[in-house]
């Protein structure tokens, strides 16, 4: 069992950065594999990136490769995102979800735990 909370959304102008923070409870938070997801108005919501327990695998949508940069520091029990570059397209609830095992890192029905979700704006 493992609780999340995220913080650092905001609104920002397009180009600027953010980093958004996870912060996580419990015994060992290197047992779980953390990743991102958003959901825009009106859309789905999307895979962004992931890390694995200990942070020696990462994954990122196509979307974000070379822009956002996911870590984690197991000693704090948190998970970030550094998001540089920010596009209009970014715009959206970032959520932060986890779990002791993952079948594949991007698919967000493979994360039974789940933060509330924290707002990302990009103007232009």
């Known amino acids: 069992q493992v609780q999340l909370v995220e913080s650092g959304g905001g609104l920002v102008q397009a180009g600027g950065s953010l980093r958004l923070s996870c912060a996580a409870s419990g015994r060992m938070f290197s047992n779980y594999v953390a990743g991102w997801f958003r959901q825009a108005p009106g859309k789905d919501r999307e895979f962004v990136a992931a890390?694995?327990?200990?942070?020696?695998?990462?994954k990122y949508a196509d979307s974000v490769k070379g822009r956002f940069t996911i870590s984690r520091d197991n000693a704090k029990n948190t998970v970030f995102l550094q998001m540089n570059s920010l596009k209009e397209e970014d715009t959206g609830v970032y959520y932060c979800?986890?779990?002791?095992?993952?079948?594949?890192?991007?698919?967000?029905?493979?994360?039974?735990?789940w933060g509330q979700g924290t707002q990302v704006t990009v103007s232009s």
């Open positions: 890390v694995s327990r200990i942070g020696g695998v990462t």
């Open positions: 979800a986890a779990d002791r095992t993952i079948v594949a890192f991007d698919t967000e029905k493979s994360y039974n735990y």
